[in-house]
């Protein structure tokens, strides 16, 4: 009878494996992905410590663990040991996110992960693995994007590493950055992407503002450069929420009976219309106005600023309504409200 249940188990494990094969490779590649990060990650420490250590890569890393200490101390972020390792990426993308949409709906495509949840983007250490992915849902017919990352957050099951392409960024940037993902690992809400990465983005800039204020006040070069930034980053993000307004409100017309090719028709119409409106708008940086010179956004392109940004205003509601803006309660509020 032993014998029997024994050999029912495995069976249905070995089942389970074949149904589930993609998710058991995918993990696959995302653990060893990771591991090999950190199994050639190295101490911060032995990095200042080395002559040979360029001065640039010095002076960032000690700006990430001021930015940590600030988060921690007047943020109430999780204090923990990420960034205390670094890895050199030899100016090679880590990792790239996959994400995908519904053709003429912005409805993410999604993933589900044992203990995780759900997840509307994947995430490849292999270039050409995400690749073949991409084009496996294009067939499916989804839309899909991939894009690189510059910064990702294990939710405290691994030590995240300071990754060598990281500091390439000014410090504002990187101070947002940082913040961003210690907020993941300080709150992160099960089956909630879009409230996780809107929340991660509102505390990582208006954390970065106050970093930079209190570092070097308001009328110093690192505040105005990252303000001047900022204000680039909303009005471009403001023109990408009113198009996928607008898409959404063309998609809601479309009759079962249409042809996919009248659809395409007027979805291409509208994409160019939003597109086109970049150039009345007044940006600091002209970089913004070639923004889809060389290919046309699709749905999956539109989908990810509703992911990171279309609750910002709420979010800052709440914080000046019923924290009087002071951030630091703020973060302390949502942590009590999703225990």
């Known amino acids: 009878m032993i014998k029997k249940a024994t050999w029912i188990i495995l069976a249905l494990m070995l089942l389970t494996l074949v149904f589930n094969w993609h998710l058991v490779a995918y993990g696959y590649q995302q653990a060893s992905g990771q591991l090999k990060i950190i199994w050639n990650a190295r101490d911060i420490q032995n990095v200042l410590a080395e002559s040979s250590t360029p001065d640039s890569i010095k002076q960032k890393i000690k700006i990430i663990q001021e ?7 007047n943020l109430a972020l999780a204090k923990t040991k990420n960034y205390t390792t670094y890895y050199d990426q030899n100016g090679q993308v880590a990792l790239w996110n996959l994400s995908a949409s519904e053709k003429f709906a912005l409805e993410p495509k ?6 995780l949840g759900s997840f509307p983007y994947k995430g490849f250490f292999n270039l050409e693995e995400g690749k073949k992915e991409m084009a496996r849902l294009r067939e499916e017919g989804y839309e899909a994007r991939i894009r690189p990352v ?10 995240d590493p ?8 000014a410090e504002g940037s990187l101070a947002e950055l940082i913040i961003h993902e210690l907020t993941h690992t300080t709150l992160f809400v099960k089956d909630n992407i879009d409230f996780n990465e809107n929340l991660a983005s509102f505390i990582g800039e208006r954390g970065a503002i106050q970093y930079l204020n209190e570092k070097y006040g308001k009328n110093s070069d690192p505040f105005f450069e990252y303000i001047l930034g900022e204000e680039d980053s909303q009005t471009f993000r403001n023109q990408m929420l009113l198009g996928t307004q607008k898409l959404d409100s063309l998609y809601k017309t479309f009759d079962k009976q249409d042809s996919d090719s009248a659809k395409n028709v007027l979805k291409h119409i509208m ?20 923004a889809f010179s060389s290919t046309r956004p ?10 990171y940004y279309s609750s ?3 979010l800052a509601e ?3 309504s019923k924290y009087k803006g002071n951030l630091k309660l703020f973060v302390k509020g949502m942590k009590d409200y999703h225990k």
């Not at 999604?110 to 203990?115: A, G, K, V």
């Not at 994409?271 to 070639?290: A, E």
């Not at 699709?298 to 992911?307: D, I, K, P, Q, V």
């Open 271 to 290: 994409i160019d219309k939003i597109t086109s409106s970049i150039d009345t708008l007044h940006f600091h940086n002209p970089r913004y106005y070639k």
């Open 318 to 320: 709440i914080l000046s």
């Open 298 to 307: 699709n749905n999956a392109y539109f989908m990810s600023y509703l992911r």
């Open 150 to 159: 510059g910064g990702w957050s294990t939710l405290g099951w691994t030590k």
């Open 312 to 314: 910002k205003d709420s």
């Open 110 to 115: 999604s993933w589900s992960f044992p203990l």
């Open 162 to 169: 300071i990754l060598s392409n990281m500091i390439e960024r």
């Open 67 to 73: 930015a940590k200490a600030f988060a921690h101390e």
